[in-house]
């Protein structure tokens, strides 16, 4: 139990597919982030939430949807991917999104758009 | 352009000798700094961390070294054990942003041999 869980694990989807990747923490934190990593680039931030508000777009993509329905769950919606949004996809929480604490890492997504 | 830099994607030593991963960073607004660990198929964990106004932060094995004036930092692993094999990365946050972002390098992967 890692505090952040992310389902599913690996997830496989066509360019014409709609599908979700979901994270839940159980830590009690306020904000709550995702990232992406490909293959040889560091991490990139896509979104931050703070108490399920959205403070932070990183020019991502429209095809990428973010939802906080509360602040324990945070969805990111897919659609019409491309073959380069292939990549891991982390999830992360912290106590606050105005602060100096550590992100909780969730053990992330591993999608491949085909 | 990249803020935080790991010029080192990979990195062999011998068991029981000292390990050395180093981070660059550009923006000098960067005032927090933290190091995070992955094993594969699971998500970083957070390993240690300096503010600005210190120089060194130890914990047990793990030492990390920051120079401001050369906007340089390292983690020190003494002495490195086959369990350390892992990718490292370096992060970097400013703590005046309007949200706390970290910014990460690409990693470096730390092979000890037993």
């Known amino acids: 139990e890692t505090g952040v869980t992310q389902t599913p694990r690996h997830l496989v989807m066509g360019m014409t597919n709609k599908k979700s990747l979901k994270c839940e923490q159980h830590?009690?934190?306020?904000?709550m982030y995702w990232y992406k990593q490909s293959a040889k680039k560091p991490l990139e931030l896509m979104f931050v939430y703070s108490l399920e508000e959205r403070v932070e777009n990183n020019s991502v993509p429209s095809r990428f949807s973010p939802e906080c329905p509360n602040s324990s769950h945070l969805f990111l919606h897919l659609h019409t991917l491309q073959p380069e949004d292939s990549a891991l996809y982390l999830c992360a929480s912290s106590k606050s999104a105005h602060s100096n604490y550590g992100y909780t890492f969730g053990s992330g997504t591993r999608l491949t758009v085909v | 352009d990249q803020q935080v830099k790991q010029n080192s994607p990979s990195l062999s030593v011998q068991e029981g000798r000292i390990s050395i991963l180093n981070c660059d960073y550009t923006?000098?607004?960067?005032?927090?700094f933290l190091w995070y660990k992955k094993y594969p198929a699971e998500g970083p964990t957070f390993l240690i961390s300096?503010?600005?106004?210190?120089d060194k932060n130890e914990d047990g094995r793990f030492t990390v070294f920051l120079n401001k004036s050369a906007k340089h930092l390292s983690l020190h692993i003494v002495p490195s054990q086959p369990g350390d094999s892992a990718v490292y990365f370096c992060?970097?946050?400013?703590?005046?942003?309007?949200?706390?972002?970290?910014?990460f390098g690409k990693g470096t992967k730390l092979s000890v041999i037993p």
């Open positions: 992060a970097a946050s400013e703590s005046g942003a309007g949200s706390y972002q970290l910014t």
């Open positions: 300096i503010s600005s106004i210190k």
């Open positions: 830590l009690g934190h306020n904000a």
């Open positions: 923006n000098s607004m960067f005032d927090y």
